[in-house]
């Protein structure tokens, strides 16, 4: 079992940045291939950005591209989600999750097995 723990979230102004935190513990954090995902009300889930076990191999959503940074620290068992230029359309829950997965990290949210419960971000224009 991983147990995640998302923090960071808050409210904002449109143009400012946030840094969102997941806090991994239980088994091995080193070997899980980690992702963020959001969802705003009334639609689907959206892969935003996610990161390989090695921090190797780096993804992000077309949303989000350019203007996010995804890191880790496998020492301090977290990863991390640096989001700048926040527009109104960033507005939702962001979770992390974890894949037990040494390859690539997946973009899609079923082919991860863990999940936190999330932290609110709703950036105000």
């Known amino acids: 079992q991983v147990q995640l723990v998302e923090s960071g979230g808050g409210l904002v102004q449109a143009g400012d940045s946030l840094r969102l935190s997941c806090a991994a513990s239980g088994r091995i954090f080193n070997y899980y291939a980690m992702g963020w995902f959001r969802q705003a009300p009334g639609k689907e889930r959206e892969f935003v950005a996610a990161?390989?076990?090695?921090?190797?191999?780096?993804y992000y959503g077309d949303s989000v591209e350019g203007r996010s940074t995804i890191s880790r620290d496998n020492t301090r068992n977290t990863v991390n989600l640096q989001m700048n230029s926040l527009k109104s359309e960033d507005t939702a829950v962001y979770y992390c999750?974890?894949?037990?997965?040494?390859?690539?990290?997946?973009?899609?949210?079923?082919?991860?097995?863990?999940w936190g419960q999330g932290t609110q971000v709703t950036v105000s224009s």
């Open positions: 990161i390989k076990w090695s921090g190797g191999s780096i």
């Open positions: 999750a974890a894949a037990d997965r040494l390859g690539a990290p997946p973009r899609i949210d079923r082919e991860y097995t863990y």
